[in-house]
C-alpha cells in the first residue's frame, strides 16, 4: 500500500499487479469450477472482492490504461486507488457477464474499513498521524471482517450483485467506479497484459 515505484517479477506495476490483476487471473481460473459447483448443487455463487474506499483517490481518467508501468507521473497514493478502483470495476463487469450468461453467481465489491495493518509501512507519517488517531478510526479485525463476511454469507443478499457495500450497507461508490465502459476497457486490458507476460 503506497509502494515506491516499482515492477513486480512479470513487470507490471506491483501494486496494479498485486491488487488486480492477481485477482482477476484467480477468479478467471476458479470460474468454471464455480459455475460447475453451482449447476450440480444449485446454490448460488459469490465472488466478493476487497477494494478500497481509497477508490476515489485514483488519477486522472481513472485508470492509466497507457502508462499503467510509466515511473513518470507515478503517486503511490494514486496507484494504490488505481487498484481498489479496478477492483470494483472488475466485480461489476464480471456480474455483467455472469448474468448475461444466466450464472447463478454475485460478485460485489466491499470496503472492509481502516485496520491496523502493516501495509501502511511505506508511508511512515501517515503511520504516525493514523496511530495518532487509531482509537476514533480503526476497526479491529473482528470488525474489519464483518463487511466480508456479510457480503460472502448473509442470505439477505441472495441474487444482489454489481454493488459496493461498506460497513455492511450498500454504498454507492466513485462515478469511475460505476462506468460500464471503463469496466470492459479494463477487462480487455487486463486479458491483454496477462497474455503479454504468461509462459505459455
Not at 481518467?61 to 502508462?67: A, L
Not at 472492509?112 to 482509537?135: D, E, N, Q, V, Y
Request: hydrophobic share 40%; proline share 4%; charged share 20%.
Amino acid at each position: 500500500m503506497f509502494c515506491p515505484f516499482q515492477l513486480s517479477q512479470d513487470g507490471i506495476e506491483v501494486q496494479f499487479a498485486t491488487n488486480h490483476i492477481g485477482h482477476f487471473l484467480l477468479t478467471n481460473l476458479l470460474l468454471d469450477t464455480m459455475k460447475n459447483t453451482v449447476k450440480a448443487s444449485g446454490i448460488q455463487g459469490r465472488v466478493v472482492n476487497l477494494s478500497s474506499i481509497a477508490h476515489n483517490y485514483c488519477y486522472k481518467k481513472g485508470i492509466r490504461f497507457h502508462k499503467i508501468n510509466d515511473k513518470q507521473g507515478y503517486s503511490e497514493k494514486r496507484a494504490y486507488g488505481q487498484s481498489k478502483l479496478a477492483n470494483i470495476l472488475h466485480a461489476n463487469e464480471l456480474s455483467r457477464r455472469l448474468q448475461e450468461e444466466g450464472v447463478n453467481i454475485t460478485v460485489n465489491s466491499v470496503h472492509p474499513g481502516l485496520i491496523m495493518t502493516p501495509l501502511f509501512r511505506h508511508s511512515a507519517a501517515l503511520m504516525k498521524l493514523l496511530k495518532f488517531f487509531s482509537f476514533f478510526l480503526w476497526k479491529n479485525v473482528p470488525q474489519g471482517a464483518a463487511t466480508t463476511c456479510y457480503v460472502a454469507l448473509h442470505p439477505r443478499l441472495n441474487g444482489v450483485t454489481g454493488k459496493y457495500f461498506a460497513d455492511c450497507n450498500e454504498m454507492r461508490p466513485s462515478s469511475y467506479a460505476r462506468n460500464e465502459s471503463l469496466a470492459r476497457e479494463l477487462w480487455e486490458f487486463s486479458n491483454k497484459l496477462i497474455s503479454s507476460v504468461s509462459v505459455p
